[in-house]
């Protein structure tokens, strides 16, 4: 597995060879440069890359069993009719919440909680930038999350899905400090793109696998939708919903 570090010392040995080949500086160190720009840009945006620091995105496939989760709720528009879809349909899921987002409806996340779903920390702001922060204020971020979400509902998160699917090395930092566990995901909806329910629905049934981590956004409306359908093309391929995670067999809450 490709890691940054391996790279930081894999660059360096390249950059000095090419120099005692009698190459000038520049012709040495640009080249490396650019190549390990183009392969840390690639570990922050893949989610799964485990570049920088380990991302559980999908359980191993021991058993027919899926997860779903939904983030950047709770919001009165659509988490209601989720959690009604999914009280109906008796199924857990994972709502990775935004802490501004949890102070502004606490009795939804409350709500989640006490029907049997996991709560999770989605940083919180979830601002823009989140990515270019230093380590100190990502730190302050998780736990001003978590402060929010126990607030509201009386549980402390454990798990952390980072705001964007990207990973660095101040998040890494940020996480290994605060002591969360990264959770992504193997079947990304593009939900908050893919406004069209057909395209949608397609998309993330096309190829499901044993052990798959749904990500879905509790603020997009295709999504509510076509979840019962989805939930009913699960169950009738054989697969199990279970939350994120029993699924990864991991605790929930600190
Ligand atoms: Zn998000």
Same mark, same amino acid.
């Given at each position: 597995m490709l890691k940054h570090w391996i790279v930081i010392y894999i660059s360096i %040995?390249? %950059?000095?060879?090419? #120099?005692? #080949?009698?190459l000038s500086l520049w012709q040495a160190v640009a080249p490396v440069l650019l190549v390990k720009l183009g392969i840390d840009a690639w570990g922050a945006i893949r989610v799964d890359s485990n570049y920088y620091m380990n991302v559980l995105c999908k359980a191993p496939a021991t058993e027919k069993a899926v997860a779903l989760s939904f983030d950047d709720g709770p919001v009165n528009s659509f988490t209601p009719q989720i959690l009604d879809i999914l009280k109906e349909h008796q199924v857990p899921a994972a =709502? $990775?919440?935004? +802490? @501004?987002r949890v102070e502004e409806a606490p009795g939804l996340v409350r709500r989640a909680e006490e029907e049997g779903h996991l709560i999770g920390? *989605? !940083?919180? !702001? *979830?601002?823009?930038? $989140? &990515?270019?922060?230093?380590v100190y204020k990502m730190k302050a971020e998780l736990q001003k999350a978590n402060q929010a979400i126990e607030a509201a509902s009386g549980v402390k998160p454990a798990l952390f899905r980072p705001p964007y699917g990207v990973t660095n090395p101040m998040l890494a930092s940020a996480v290994k400090a605060t002591g969360y566990t990264p959770v992504g995901w193997s079947v990304r909806s593009l939900d908050t793109v893919i406004r069209e329910e057909d395209k949608l629905f397609e998309r993330v049934t @096309?190829?499901? !696998? %044993? +052990? &798959?981590? =749904?990500? =879905?956004h509790d603020t997009a409306a295709a999504t509510v939708k076509i979840l019962p359908a989805l939930i009913k093309q699960l169950k009738r391929e054989g697969f199990a919903i279970k939350r994120i995670d029993e699924l990864l067999n991991i605790p929930a809450y600190a």
């Open positions: %040995a390249v %950059a000095g060879l090419l #120099l005692l #080949l009698g =709502f $990775f919440c935004i +802490g @501004r920390n *989605h !940083s919180y !702001s *979830h601002h823009a930038l $989140f &990515d270019l922060y230093p @096309r190829k499901v !696998s %044993a +052990g &798959d981590i =749904f990500l =879905f």
